[in-house]
């Protein structure tokens, strides 16, 4: 048996926080894109966020990851940027 299909699948919850109501997100499946864009995995209608504005995914060790992609209003955990 492969040691990789003993490993867990990662999820999480993210709180996406726009200029709607606030929400709660959970993903399990990664990369996951998230944008503007109607084929982003996750789509936010919101003019504030870029096409492709960012994205999750799994390093090598096994840890959850947002990377911005380039995104005009950047992208933030907290009031922290992602850099």
Known sequence: M????????????ILIQSADTP???????????????????ITIA????????ATLLVNADGKLVIQDENSTNGTYRGEQPIT
């Not at 492969?2 to 919850?13: F, G, H, L, T, V």
């Not at 919101?46 to 504005?53: A, I, M, W």
């Open 46 to 53: 919101d003019p504030t966020v870029s096409g492709q504005h």
């Open 2 to 13: 492969d040691s990789d299909e003993n490993k867990a699948q990662p999820s999480c919850r």
């Open 23 to 41: 929400q709660m997100v959970r993903i399990d499946t990664f990369p996951c894109s998230i944008g503007r864009l109607p084929d982003c995995d």
